[in-house]
């Protein structure tokens, strides 16, 4: 059983920034991939970023390249999304989320945190 939990999320101007992190407990975090989806009001859950065990190889969604970077640290159990040049279009609930192995597909993670609201005023 791996525990996730969001923080960093809140209120931002269009072009500017906001870190969000996500917290582990549980099992060995180290063996998870870790990824960031979002999901905007009346959208469908989308992928944002993914990031490998031991974060050499990360992964974006077209909509973020160049402007968010995922990173991870493995001695704080600790997956991060700092997202710059931020826009209307960025507001949701990010998530993180783990599994063992890559996937762009929300329904196929093993692990969910509670989620944190992100809104971009224009």
């Known amino acids: 059983q791996v525990q996730l939990v969001e923080s960093g999320g809140g209120l931002a101007q269009a072009g500017g920034s906001l870190r969000l992190s996500c917290a582990a407990s549980g099992r060995a975090f180290s063996n998870y991939f870790m990824h960031w989806f979002r999901q905007g009001p009346g959208k469908e859950r989308e992928f944002v970023a993914a990031?490998?065990?031991?974060?050499?190889?990360?992964l974006y969604a077209d909509s973020v390249k160049g402007r968010f970077t995922i990173s991870r640290d493995n001695a704080k159990n600790t997956v991060y999304l700092q997202m710059n040049s931020l826009k209307a279009e960025d507001t949701a609930d990010y998530y993180c989320?783990?599994?063992?192995?890559?996937?762009?597909?929300?329904?196929?993670?093993?692990?969910w945190g509670q989620g944190t609201q992100v809104t971009v005023s224009r």
């Open positions: 989320a783990a599994r063992r192995g890559y996937s762009r597909d929300y329904g196929r993670q093993d692990y």
């Open positions: 990031i490998s065990t031991s974060g050499v190889s990360t």
